[in-house]
């Protein structure tokens, strides 16, 4: 019965939906944490600031990221255990027009050094997935036997569980009647799922972006490279703190100089909604810059996320500066049952 479902799309759990490395290479945002997550096959960011354009209104940045081996429907289960580190890369690209006219594109890389968030590789779950699986087969078994008994002279071809006509659909709906509520499988990854969205989570991202005073790729020119690690981790039920840093080196005016921050951001909540503070110093080129932010993650809807956020900047001369934020992410939707 397992083999039906032996693919990876049922671990695709709707956790936020987080910019990549390449959008967050933009700079549009304040802050300079990327935020981890479990992995999913396709993720859109769209930023805060929006152009006009006759009677339309486009996105003035936007950022795609794609896992390459998870969009394969080949890939079994078995697959992604064996080299999750593999499975969990994604490569992301992104773009953005300043209003001087000048476009900015960003390439990037992500990898997962740990995610125990993931409920494909994780024990207590895959346990509680063997169970639910031993229970649903006995189940069937014992619905086939009272089928066979009450339709004696009735031809039945062999049960299908994806067969939703004739014999196999009367059997599945016999087999329900055996089996407790706490043995299905969807409730279980459900209950998980809140177990879950704030596990230990490690990530690392890469990514270069170019400027070009037109849209002629041709003219496109190295305007930045950074490095990003960010951990994550709970410690209830209902919190999450991330530990964040990057490093980035940013051409102006043909100089290189550096760019470093550190910060850390503290969630409460739960998966679904939850309300955010966030602490960050960041020196550019001999400038020191404090960010204080708040605001709140909340899922609109299956695979779609809205983040708000308030950011004040201090600089050390004591000049504060506001700025507000909103983004969009979308991402591959969660399989709501098995």
């Known amino acids: 019965m397992w083999a039906q479902n032996d693919t990876i799309g049922w671990g695709t759990l709707d956790y ?5 490395p390449a959008f967050n290479l933009l700079g549009n945002q304040p802050n300079n ?13 769209i930023g805060n600031y929006f152009l006009s354009s006759g009677s339309a209104v486009i996105p003035k940045n936007i950022g795609v990221e794609i896992a390459p081996l998870l969009l394969s429907p ?11 580190f593999l499975y969990r890369m994604r490569i992301s690209a992104a773009s953005n027009i300043l209003s001087n006219g000048t476009y900015q594109i960003a390439e990037g890389l992500r990898f997962t050094l740990i995610d125990k968030s993931d409920p494909r590789t994780d024990k207590v779950f ?12 006995e189940a069937v078994q014992k ?3 009272k089928y066979r008994k009450e339709h004696p002279h ?3 071809p062999s049960y299908k569980s994806s067969d939703t006509t004739g014999c196999s659909k009367t059997i599945t709906k016999m087999a329900q009647g055996y089996m407790n509520n706490n043995d299905s499988i969807n409730i279980r990854r459900a209950q998980r799922k809140k177990d879950l969205w704030n596990a230990t989570i490690w990530e690392l991202g890469i990514a270069a972006m170019q400027q070009s005073p037109d849209s002629l790729i041709s003219r496109a020119k190295l305007s930045k490279v950074g490095l990003w690690s960010t951990y994550g981790t709970g410690f209830g039920k209902n919190d999450q703190l991330l530990i964040g840093c990057s490093f980035g080196m940013v051409d102006s005016l043909h100089a290189w100089y550096p760019k470093l921050s550190v910060g850390s951001r503290y969630y409460y909540g739960k998966n679904e909604l939850r309300a955010f503070a966030q602490a960050e110093y960041t020196h550019i080129n001999n400038l020191n810059t404090v960010t204080a932010s708040t605001g709140i993650v909340f899922n609109v809807t299956n695979g779609v996320w809205g983040q708000f956020t308030l950011n004040f900047i201090i600089d050390f001369k004591g000049n504060v500066s506001f700025v507000p934020g909103f983004n969009i992410g979308l991402g591959t939707a969660e399989k709501k049952s098995l």
């Open 16 to 20: 936020k939906v987080p910019e990549s």
């Open 33 to 45: 944490i990327l935020e981890p997550t479990s992995v999913r096959s396709i993720v859109v960011s």
């Open 143 to 145: 619905a086939i036997h």
């Open 154 to 156: 009735e031809a039945c």
């Open 74 to 84: 080949s890939v079994t289960l078995n697959d992604y255990i064996k080299t999750p």
């Open 126 to 137: 895959m346990s509680k997935l063997y169970e639910s699986c031993t229970s649903m087969s």
